[in-house]
């Protein structure tokens, strides 16, 4: 029964794992009663009823809240930034060499470079309102702001932005379980990396020259828009509970 | 239902069995578990019980008591009480005129 009860969050359990196991050793649960405690913990997930005593954590001052806030709006800022520049790459002029054709799409760095800009921004945001014993998720912002960095040189640089984008998640992960970010938010993020991942492999096996596979890295970088609207949109809304759901 | 019902979703009904269960006293979950079961005939799951049980008590509507033993009873707040009675009111002028028009019905 207990493997059951860990299904809820940290803070639920903090709250109710007491007197929940005492009402289960007076009534044994039935196969209904398992479904339903199941299901309740996937409630307990997604409209979370208690705030996490870490949420709560006295460490961060309202000042370096008010900080992540504002931050908060330059990962939004991202999300803007982030596909106009690949909305420029696309108007950018056909560019033929001895490899064949390619689009050049020099005139986008400044917009690409900026919306990179704007999520180590966000991360910084998240490396302040995140409690000292999220100790995963703060190590995964920590490397992914230098990896962020080495992706606004250029896209080539695109591995750097892949691994950098797989600590996000890991950073998504590591915060909803500390109640800073909200399970759909966490949830989001995860979807985008795993669904660019998804477009490189398909773009990695069907692209057959430098257009199509621009092609398949200008969808792979739409997909990635999410990313920025939930690490900015997190920050954006700290300082309410996450219990507000 | 009222509309600070409605927001309780799925656990809008659960929530007011769980209100009436504790109108007549502080109960701790599984006495507020066989009580339910007794007035409305139905089991009430643990997971729906502890989940109706998270939002009444966020909303102030009952608040918790000091443990006994590795029980803690519940009790009905007074905001608890105003809003069980206002949706009792509700419902039972709903059940009034349902039941005019089913009777003006049959004659």
Redesign the interface.
Known sequence: MSALIRLYPRAWRERYEAEFLTLLEARPPTLYDRFDIVRGALDARLHPQVRSAEREDPSVPEGDRRIARVLGYAGIAGAILWPLSFLVMLAGPVVYDGDGAYRDGSAAFPFFFGAVVLMVAGLIGHLITLPRTAVVGRASALIAIPLFLLLGMGPWMWYFGLAAFFLVAVLAVTGQRAGTWSPWASFTVVCSVLGVMLIGVVGASLATDRMSGGAFFVVAGMALVPVWLAVGGTLMRDGQSVAAA | MNRGFDELGRFAEPSLYILVSLADGPK???AI?TDVEAVSGS?M???????A???L??RGLIEALE?E????PYRLTALGATTLEAQLRSLSGFVATGLARVEGKAK
């Open positions: 701790h979950g599984y578990m089991p799951g643990p997971g729906t019980l502890y989940g049980l998270a939002r008590e966020r443990p033993d590795r029980r803690r």
